[in-house]
């Protein structure tokens, strides 16, 4: 199982640079003498693609969206650079009809499939003349996708908010691109991309891109079609395509939100202030580097709270909270947009660098747009859910550089990254002072930008621009220990927030001595204040058992009015605790939650805590995920199933 880890050594980094995936001399202006750049490589264990051999530049999509049979069909055309006299391109397919494969004259290219991996999909191998110096080549794949394909979800018209027209969404993170575009599906390989998307006519298109026909153009039977461009080159997660009966209002000047049209006003009011978050961003560090800044409020499936595509953030419904409340996840999707989109982890085993450092840059952006009284209070949840973790996670999981050998990248994706990550650079920060550090992490992203990023390359980075040789620095700082060891290094420090020390005053006055509900200050608490108090737990062995009577139970449901609770970071605090406790009463309030919306961070842990209380929990498990499975996406079945099972076809 063990694996060493990937230490990346500076003279195999500059002799496997040479051989290319890392290496973006071609596409990449020289780098100024000053910096010293990690050049970084790190063999992708979850692509076949052999980018030092043949990589993927440019992917030039022509699709058109059929919601009768669920697929897209059309082409990839890719232009492909290789080393002189390499005659093979591996490319990443999963569960795609590929129908044929050809030259940009037509000619056909042999083609042929590799094993099927559960996890990797397989290799798509093309056979092409063999490449000379300094010439690429284009290879046409003319394919569709299948119904099933996991980045897609097509939802039918009673699906969306409008109940009139379908919808269709991707979600290309980690590695589900290659369920509908082949190509070379490791965040290493940048590329570039341009598209023409066909839809029917009542529908619009958008993309992680430039929209070159924002009205559409006509096209046969009833078709309209879409043409996008993306002239950064992004890695292939970051592909990313929306249909449906979509609406614009802009929030500020190249800020804006789509959404069904019966969502934009609350959209529009929510997300007002984005024009300060993106001007925030920038004073912290450096300019937005990808023109506009949209958000793409989806219908409630969308399996995640937010994805960082490029120009164009994807969110869940469930932000739109009416208060505002909930902006903390644009910032964190904004702030991708230096880390992750601009600096991306080479491989999965280092998604720390994107989400660490994203959520670093996030409560930084909070800070400095709501206050540090905001901020400490998001640091305090978060840091006390990295506590959750580290105390139930297996210690090698908790590094922050990973082993996802044999593994799905999914598995990786908990609180060790986010939070984890974070805390390793606020004690950066604290140590060196916040100047000093913002000065360096600024740095970062410049001399970085649009290249990928390993924990190797960043330890590199950080010793030559901020460490520089200070030795008695480097021993405070405890760097290898916070990337490669488990849990937390001696030198963090727990975030304080005297709002939620108020908090945990009231929520001991309830929760332990067993006061009333009504004198819990609720209506004077923000959602984050809220938020704190339903996540007491008991310490030590009693956080077994559970906590409250079945009259305290009911005294809280009724005082906090939590059946009729709208915001869905709070429902979902409270619905654990009813689960705890086996509450009947709450499993009304639970199974509407679970029916209405599919983001896998609520989804999973409660049927997973339902799944744990057994007989009581089992049966509405089973029940509840029958009727609510057909309405999620993918992502999110894929990971419930493995708690509740499939459930068999209801009868009739
Ligand atoms: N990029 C992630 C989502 C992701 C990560 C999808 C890895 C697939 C694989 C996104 O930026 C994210 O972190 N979303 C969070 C919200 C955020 C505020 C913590 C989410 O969806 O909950
Ligand atoms: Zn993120």
Redesign the pocket.
């Given at each position: 199982m063990s694996r060493a880890r990937l230490a990346v050594m500076a003279s195999t980094l500059a002799l496997l640079a040479a051989c290319g995936q890392g290496d973006t001399k071609s596409d990449m202006p020289p780098l100024p003498a000053s910096a010293t750049a990690p050049v970084t490589y790190e063999r992708d264990i979850h692509s076949w693609a052999q980018p030092q051999i043949a990589r993927v530049r440019h992917v030039d999509l022509d699709l058109t969206a059929d919601f009768a049979t669920k697929t897209l069909s059309g082409t990839a055309t890719l232009d492909v650079t290789g080393e002189p006299g390499a005659t093979q391109v591996i490319l990443d397919i999963k569960n795609l009809e590929i129908r044929s494969v050809a030259d940009d004259k037509g000619n056909a290219l042999q083609f042929a499939f590799g094993a099927e991996d559960p996890i990797k999909g397989q290799a798509l191998t093309v056979t092409v003349p063999a490449f000379e110096p300094g010439k690429g080549q284009k290879i046409v794949v003319t394919y569709s996708t299948r119904p099933d394909a996991a980045a897609l979800q097509w939802l039918t018209p009673a699906q969306t908010a409008g109940g009139q027209q379908p919808f269709l969404f991707s979600?290309?993170?980690?590695i589900l691109t290659r369920t509908w575009v082949p190509t070379q599906d490791s965040p290493g390989i940048r590329q570039t991309y341009s598209a023409k998307i066909t839809v029917p006519e009542a529908l619009k298109a958008v993309m992680s891109a430039e929209m070159l026909t924002p009205d559409g153009e006509r096209a046969a039977d009833g078709m309209h079609a879409y043409r996008f461009r993306m002239t950064n080159p992004v890695p292939p997660?970051l592909i990313a395509l929306a249909v449906g009966d979509l609406s614009f209002a802009s929030v500020g000047e190249g800020v804006g939100v789509w959404t069904e049209p019966s969502r934009l006003e609350a959209a529009r009011n929510e997300f007002s202030e984005m024009r300060q978050l993106v001007d925030a961003a920038e004073a912290l560090y450096g300019p937005y580097r990808w023109g506009r800044y949209d958000l793409l409020i989806l219908p409630p499936s969308f399996?995640?709270?937010?994805?960082?595509n490029p120009r164009l953030t994807f969110a869940?419904p469930t932000v739109v909270a009416g208060d505002k409340s909930l902006v903390?996840?644009v910032?964190?999707?904004l702030a991708?947009s230096w880390s992750?989109n601009l600096v991306t982890n080479a491989t999965?085993a280092d998604?720390w660098l994107?989400?660490g450092t994203?959520?670093y840059f996030?409560n930084r952006i909070m800070e400095a747009v709501y206050g540090r009284d905001r901020a400490m209070m998001l640091q305090v949840l978060g840091w006390n859910d990295l506590q959750a973790s580290l105390a139930e996670m297996a210690p090698l999981d908790t590094r922050l550089h990973v082993d996802l050998d044999g593994r799905d990248?999914?598995d990786g994706?908990n609180d060790i990254p986010?939070e984890k990550g974070a805390a390793f650079l606020r004690t950066i920060e604290r140590i060196v002072g916040r100047e000093r550090f913002d000065a360096w992490l600024k740095g970062y992203f410049e001399r970085n930008a649009f290249r990928p990023m390993t924990a190797g390359g960043f330890l590199i980075d950080i010793r030559a621009n901020l460490v520089r040789d200070d030795s008695a620095l480097e021993r405070e700082l405890q760097l290898d220990n916070w990337v490669y060891q488990p849990g937390l290094p001696s030198n963090a420090q727990a975030p304080v927030s005297t709002a939620l020390t108020a908090v945990d005053t009231a929520a001991d006055a309830f929760f332990a001595d067993k006061g009333p509900a009504s004198a819990i200050p609720w209506s004077g608490w923000s959602t984050q204040e809220r938020q704190h108090f339903l996540a007491w737990r008991p310490e030590g062995a009693a956080a077994t058992r559970p906590w409250l009577t079945g009259a305290q139970l009911a005294d809280l449901e009724a005082s906090l009015n939590l059946r009729a609770e709208g915001n869905a970071e709070v429902l979902f605090q409270w619905l654990q605790i009813a689960v705890a406790h086996r509450y009947q009463p709450a499993v009304p309030t639970l199974e509407r939650f679970l029916t209405s919306q599919g983001?896998?961070?609520f989804v999973l842990p409660l049927y997973t805590s339902l799944w744990g209380q057994g007989d009581w929990g089992r049966p509405i498990a089973t029940r509840v995920y029958a009727t609510a499975r057909p309405g999620y996406h993918p992502?999110t079945t894929g990971s419930v199933d493995d708690v509740v099972g499939v459930p068999s076809p209801v009868a009739g």
């Open positions: 979600q290309g993170q980690a997660y399996p995640f709270g937010g994805m960082e869940t903390s996840l910032a964190h999707e991708h992750g999965w998604i994107n989400e994203t959520t996030e990248p999914d994706l986010y983001r896998r961070k992502v």
